[in-house]
């Protein structure tokens, strides 16, 4: 399907890796009125706030949230509630977690609806994109390829009920086969052709993994460190829509 400018910006999630709001500040004026996702990872929210998250959505933004809940199903549940209540779009959990706090995120999301509030989109985290077969083996202690264990996890998470995983572009293909066309992916590792890898293990161009049938794709350094932030993301938006 031959994407639209709208549709292939909206693919694109762009990692706000910065460690206060001041400097994303700076790059979201640069990027205004290109209707992208802002990815808010771990230490924007925890040196910016929920009121940050608030203000991006107030401008109009579509948020994923990229905290990676991973704890016992309760408090699970409870940060599943209070991030539903800020109103993002998307948000993450570890699959690591298990089934019954898989189950607690959907509960948690469930209890903060209120009249009118959209119902976020939740997804599991699989295997980190910097994570390799040694790694995996040998220190995380997962037997098997890292394609065996990120769709161990996916169909975990799709029992579940959530709404999808994030994983290497690598791996979408045979996620979707295992779980179907409409389970989400959201794929960082994704870099632009002369990009560097920078410390990610399994990577493709933003052209692969939308030939793989990737939902979203995570695109941080790529955009944020380029010269013009701006011109590097509107080119990747025509790279996506020049695609046949």
């Not at 209540?85 to 607690?104: C, P, Q, R, Y």
């Not at 994109?129 to 799709?158: C, D, F, H, W």
């Amino acid at each position: 399907m031959k994407l639209t400018r709208e549709q292939a910006a909206g693919r694109i999630m762009v990692a706000l890796d910065y460690p206060e709001a001041a400097a994303a500040e700076k790059l979201i004026a640069e990027l205004q009125g290109i209707p992208c996702y802002m990815k808010v990872g771990m230490q924007l929210f925890y040196a910016a706030g929920p009121s940050f998250v608030e203000s991006l959505k107030k401008r109009g933004y579509y948020v994923f949230l990229d905290v990676k809940m991973h704890d016992i199903p309760n408090t699970v549940k409870g940060g599943a509630n209070s991030v539903t209540k800020l109103g993002v779009d998307m948000f993450n959990v570890h699959a690591a977690g298990g089934s019954a706090m898989l189950e607690a995120a959907l509960e948690g999301v469930e209890s903060a609806l209120g009249t009118g509030m959209k119902k976020p989109a939740v997804i599991a985290v699989t295997q980190l994109t910097s994570t390799n077969l040694a790694m995996l083996n040998e220190q995380i202690g997962i037997p098997g390829t890292v394609e065996e264990a990120v769709l161990r996890y996916a169909k975990l998470t799709k029992a579940a009920g959530l709404d999808g995983v994030v994983a290497s572009p690598s791996e979408v293909e045979a996620i979707k086969s295992a779980c179907g066309t409409s389970f989400q992916t959201v794929t960082p590792g994704i870099r632009p052709a002369g990009a560097d890898v920078n410390d990610q293990s399994r990577i493709m161009t933003p052209i692969e993994a939308l030939r793989q049938g990737t939902d979203f794709m995570v695109i941080g350094r790529p955009i944020t460190a380029a010269p013009s932030p701006r011109a590097a993301l509107e080119s990747i938006i025509e790279e996506l829509v020049a695609y046949e």
